[in-house]
């Protein structure tokens, strides 16, 4: 796994071509051996390297320009047919992917604003990207940014765009399912399961396909149809398919585990099947400890508080409060609501009222983690 | 007031236009004549004014073409140049305006995924159009719809767009305090009040200026501030704002004045001055007969069963019940949380788990009510 991310060394990229369009040589190339080295510690990004591979012939140009082999000699007008003129579509590849990184970089840091501004310039350069599949990788990252922001419907018209791509070249099968799970994603963010369902059930078609080779996005397509049914509160389907899931991820030990581990527990908790839900349970810890899962080991520390210690709420007061961070309040909001729920059945009315609130708490910290941006 | 939205009679201009394309005299004059007297009584849109003279311009060569005066025999490569050659601006203007009334339509209708399609085919044709005004009325209408689709972080890019060019045009300050009202309605999605606030600030300080001519959006200015503070639980500035919004919309009757006299008749009930609450209540109630504003007359119902009958639980599910509706989701969800708040002081845990309940449900009504596609 790369310890760099990809934005990152793209902002780096970024930096590079400018120091080409200066002529700064000295700089490009400590920029460029830089940057080789954080590629080969970095996540796998297909997009970045075809950015590097095109800075690196603008960069070959610089050099054959400024430091001319013998009988080489350019002059500059030559230089810069060569460079503008030879490829227009390789200058808008070049302008496509410096917005591009530009956009990744600041989505990463939060500042979502300016992301959509530069994803914007990115796109008014796609007409010239003739590449089909190219513009559907774009469409396809676009779905998933704005998931993540919850900008639902926006990312639902990216995904639609980047599937009626995907859908006519046979090769894309995982994209295909991918594009199915970001639909369904934005459906369950829409509360609209029902809607969701038909998209996973089509994305698991496609993955059973891939079974032999990708074990992981099959995992992922059963895992996804079991949180589903989860959410719909159909815990017989969704107990089905969460040990499918099981399966499959244990086949190559996937991290996944954990979480699969956790939500069958809880459903078998719910089930009141005690026992296979202290199996799930302690298998779930164990993973959760294995893979160094800080959240999930929390979130066992929930379960184990409503379920095994009969809502014992002094542990799940204290459960909360770990979860008082960034990444946690989504978790807190879904294990308060739960525990809401649990509490009212069980005719605690006052640590029902106080999970609620710990609930409308956790939600209004998610809207607000959102904003890290001034205007 | 008009009683037909102008998406309306846009859809009816772009179906004009294809008959005008088509040469169909006979259907171009019929619809020409409908969308005359639909725009007699439609709601103002000086967009949709624009749209019909570029096209009534087109309908006229068309029918100089069709049926000459004598002398004035057109060839057929005439008439095309004059329609296409001539004037390649207000070409691109009339395909701006066919995909954004398009947009508007499809918004309109709920179907917000084509809505995106539709806009960002007007936003390709933003290039084309040198006019820096026609530009920002566009980003703010993006701004307008997006806000309203709660895709916060959109509607946020389109606004400071739209700001940047109003802020240098001093003849547009009504856009200009338009532009922070969107942003601080965007910021108090995001739970960030205390972002919201100069924004408002800035709102009242350029409404302010307007107030002779424009008593509406000073007292929107004042009343803007007043619920933001409410939402901060700042009662007393709260009181303070809301009291000098009513001032203003006495002036014009404007029917502001119901929601006005709500917050604040709530705001007084919080800070137990209950003359002065019951006194904003009254005046709420009636102007809410007046207006018909069947909404607020619910409303009114919950701070009754709140504060006037002490919690009255069974008035108060039966104004839940009432607010069952699309358009009653979002007041459910605020009346529930503050009725939950309200039960959890006075210690009826049992009626304030129904509340947070309530709130939950109404919440996800909400978000489903948002969905009315399929993809």
Redesign the interface.
């Known amino acids: 796994m790369g310890t760099i991310s990809s934005p990152h060394v793209g902002m780096k990229i970024n930096e590079w071509n400018r120091h080409i369009q200066k002529f700064n040589v000295t700089d490009a190339e400590m920029l460029k051996a830089e940057i080789e080295r954080d590629i080969d510690i970095m996540e796998e990004d297909q997009d970045l390297l075809i950015y590097y591979q095109l800075i690196a012939f603008r960069h070959q140009l610089m050099i054959d320009y400024v430091i001319p082999s013998e009988g080489n000699q350019m002059e500059l007008s030559q230089y810069l047919k060569r460079i503008e003129g030879s490829n227009r579509k390789m200058e808008k590849l070049v302008e496509y992917y410096y917005y591009f990184f530009q956009g990744m970089y600041e989505f990463k840091e939060g500042n979502?604003?300016s992301a959509?501004?530069f994803y914007?310039k990115a796109e008014?350069t796609i007409?010239y990207i003739s590449d089909e599949i190219e513009r559907a990788e774009f469409y396809f990252k676009m779905a998933e940014v704005f998931y993540h922001?919850k900008?639902?419907?926006?990312s639902?018209?990216y995904?639609?765009q980047a599937y009626n791509i995907y859908k006519t070249h046979d090769l894309y099968s995982v994209r295909r399912i991918q594009c199915h799970f970001v639909?369904a994603g934005n459906?369950d963010?829409?509360?609209?399961h029902e809607?969701a369902l038909p998209h996973l059930e089509q994305a698991l078609k496609g993955a059973r396909l891939l079974e032999s080779k990708n074990k992981r996005i099959y995992g992922q397509a059963l895992f996804n149809i079991g949180n589903c049914y989860l959410k719909m509160s159909e815990l017989t389907k969704a107990a089905k398919y969460m040990e499918k899931s099981i399966l499959q991820f244990k086949k190559s030990n996937f991290n996944n585990l954990t979480q699969a581990y956790h939500d069958l527990a809880l459903i078998y908790f719910l089930q009141r099947k005690q026992d296979q839900a202290m199996d799930c349970f302690r298998k779930g810890v164990r993973f959760a400890c294995k893979f160094g899962d800080g959240l999930f080991k929390i979130m066992f520390e929930g379960l184990q508080a409503l379920f095994i210690k009969k809502g014992e709420a002094s542990i799940l007061l204290n459960v909360f409060n770990k979860l008082e961070t960034s990444q946690g309040y989504p978790y807190m909001e879904e294990l308060a609501?739960l525990a809401?729920k649990f509490y009212?059945e069980i005719g605690q009315?006052?640590d029902?009222?106080i999970c609620?609130?710990k609930?409308?708490h956790a939600r209004?910290?998610i809207?607000?983690g959102?904003?890290l941006?001034?205007?």
């Open positions: 979502f604003l959509i501004t914007q008014n007409p922001m900008q639902t419907h926006v639902m018209h995904s639609s639909i459906y963010d829409l509360e609209s809607k609501l809401a009212t009315m006052d029902s009222v609620f609130k609930m409308v209004k910290q809207q607000r959102d904003c941006y001034e205007i």
